[in-house]
């Protein structure tokens, strides 16, 4: 038996951003909106702000989420939250700052701390406060998914938090609002949602219902990263790679992801790279590692793609597909570890405690091999040195 959560609406199309008050005011009178300086900067905020002022929702604003989301930048929202008695929640931004946004809705309305809610030590038993997520960057899904990854600054982990309290309440995804994105965060974001997309078919915990989305996501985001990447303002590969991502977050919020994200948490917990480049930094030894394990499932979704692919022998359809992701991933210019400017020395000395880290997230044993500690570590130095080589497919 198989279960499936989504945000209870979800409005996408362009401009679909000016509804954002109209809906907000069914939701409550006073919103939090969390965001992020560079969302302040392109004038989203303010219009985001605009928007909710005119439907008669009053607003304040939180701003301080600068990198990937922390337990402090929580903390600080909920804070701004509480003193001003806010009823609903607005995110505009990242997954950043989706994350951080979900984490204060739920902490709001069940207490504690979001450190209490990691490994189901606490579940959310109450509703929590009505979250609009709006997405900016076509990657990371978080406004379909119930799930939040939050570091701990304490000790350096990385939380990843699964409950249906964290699935926001509405999604409002208009990818007129992409078209600012940088190239290296269209590149980050894009790997992301394919990844996401990928683990979430090979999973052990994949469904029917979860391999439709992952299969439109997965061809999607292959046949317009790219164009996205090489054109900012290609709208239509931007509408394209937006609804792709908000598929795969469909999709692995209810099939889970595998290695892969397993092992990237770490690295961004510990070296502060981007949650979608450590993705695409992995995803290449991840890929070589698992295939055998899932040729089948690999070979279904390159015949999916690429119909030509259908008469050649599972293995080979399985390679050719390999092949594929990883001449998008050349193309789009992602850096190994290395190169990424982590130190040698200090990235052999956190290993051991990075492959536990990895383990524990549960994510690894959703593999379709499910890799030891060991292995993890070995994985973790061949993606230090990789080398892609160039591919013709």
């Given at each position: 038996?198989?279960s499936?959560?989504?945000?209870?609406?979800?409005?996408?199309?362009?401009n679909?951003?000016?509804?954002?008050?109209?809906?907000?005011?069914?939701?409550g009178?006073?919103?939090?909106?969390i965001?992020?300086?560079?969302m302040?900067?392109?004038?989203?905020?303010?219009?985001?702000?605009r928007?909710?002022?005119?439907?008669?929702?009053?607003?304040?604003?939180?701003?301080?989420?600068?990198?990937?989301?922390?337990?402090?930048?929580?903390?600080?929202?909920?804070?701004?939250?509480?003193?001003?008695?806010?009823d609903?929640?607005?995110?505009?931004?990242?997954?950043?700052?989706?994350?951080?946004?979900?984490?204060?809705?739920v902490?709001?309305?069940?207490?504690?701390?979001?450190?209490?809610?990691?490994?189901?030590?606490?579940?959310?038993?109450?509703?929590?406060?009505?979250?609009?997520?709006?997405?900016?960057?076509?990657?990371?899904?978080?406004?379909?998914?119930?799930?939040?990854?939050i570091?701990?600054?304490?000790?350096?982990?990385?939380?990843?938090?699964?409950?249906?309290a964290?699935?926001?309440?509405?999604?409002?995804?208009?990818?007129?609002?992409?078209?600012?994105?940088?190239?290296?965060?269209?590149?980050?974001?894009?790997?992301?949602?394919?990844?996401?997309?990928?683990?979430?078919?090979?999973?052990?915990?994949?469904?029917?219902?979860?391999?439709?989305?992952?299969?439109?996501?997965?061809?999607?985001?292959?046949?317009?990263l790219?164009?996205?990447?090489?054109?900012?303002?290609?709208?239509?590969?931007?509408?394209?790679?937006?609804?792709?991502?908000m598929?795969?977050?469909?999709a692995?919020?209810?099939?889970?992801?595998?290695?892969?994200?397993?092992?990237?948490?770490?690295?961004?917990?510990?070296?502060?790279?981007?949650h979608?480049?450590?993705?695409?930094?992995?995803?290449?030894?991840?890929?070589e590692?698992?295939?055998?394990?899932?040729?089948?499932?690999?070979?279904d979704?390159?015949?999916?793609?690429?119909?030509?692919?259908?008469?050649?022998?599972?293995?080979?359809?399985?390679?050719?597909?390999?092949?594929?992701?990883?001449?998008?991933?050349?193309?789009?210019?992602?850096?190994?570890?290395?190169?990424?400017?982590?130190?040698?020395?200090?990235?052999?000395?956190?290993?051991?405690?990075?492959a536990?880290?990895?383990?524990?997230?549960?994510?690894?044993?959703?593999?379709?091999?499910?890799?030891?500690?060991?292995?993890?570590?070995?994985?973790?130095?061949?993606?230090?040195?990789?080398?892609?080589?160039?591919?013709?497919?």
């Open positions: 038996m198989h499936m959560h989504f945000p209870r609406q979800a409005v996408y199309g362009e679909s951003l000016k509804q954002v008050g109209d809906i907000a005011h069914l939701e009178s006073r919103a939090l909106l965001s992020d300086p560079v302040n900067e392109l004038g989203n905020v303010s219009l985001c702000h928007l909710l002022e005119e439907a008669g929702v009053d607003v304040v604003t939180y701003l301080g989420v600068e990198s990937e989301p922390t337990d402090t930048y929580v903390d600080e929202a909920l804070f701004i939250c509480r003193e001003h008695a806010c609903l929640i607005v995110s505009i931004g990242g997954g950043s700052s989706i994350d951080t946004a979900k984490a204060v809705a902490v709001m309305t069940n207490g504690g701390s979001v450190s209490d809610y990691i490994n189901g030590k606490t579940i959310a038993e109450n509703e929590a406060l009505p979250l609009i997520a709006i997405p900016t960057t076509g990657g990371t899904g978080s406004e379909a998914t119930d799930a939040t990854v570091t701990n600054e304490k000790n350096g982990i990385k939380m990843m938090i699964k409950q249906p964290f699935m926001p309440k509405i999604a409002i995804v208009d990818p007129l609002l992409t078209l600012s994105t940088p190239k290296n965060t269209t590149a980050a974001v894009g790997i992301d949602s394919l990844t996401h997309a990928l683990e979430a078919y090979i999973s052990k915990c994949a469904h029917p219902f979860t391999d439709q989305l992952a299969r439109s996501s997965f061809q999607l985001i292959m046949e317009n790219k164009d996205a990447y090489n054109d900012g303002d290609d709208r239509t590969a931007r509408s394209h790679t937006m609804f792709a991502s598929q795969a977050g469909m692995f919020s209810n099939a889970s992801v595998c290695l892969v994200h397993g092992m990237s948490r770490p690295i961004g917990a510990l070296f502060h790279v981007p979608g480049i450590s993705n695409a930094m992995l995803l290449p030894v991840v890929l590692y698992s295939k055998d394990a899932c040729q089948e499932r690999l070979h979704l390159a015949c999916h793609v690429y119909p030509e692919l259908k008469d050649v022998p599972e293995s080979e359809g399985a390679n050719r597909l390999v092949d594929h992701i990883l001449a998008l991933c050349e193309h789009l210019n992602i850096p190994n570890l290395g190169d990424w400017g982590i130190e040698k020395e200090e990235f052999e000395r956190v290993l051991p405690k990075m536990d880290d990895a383990l524990m997230s549960g994510s690894p044993a959703n593999n379709p091999k499910t890799p030891t500690k060991d292995e993890i570590i070995d994985l973790y130095q061949q993606a230090y040195h990789y080398q892609y080589s160039s591919k013709t497919t």
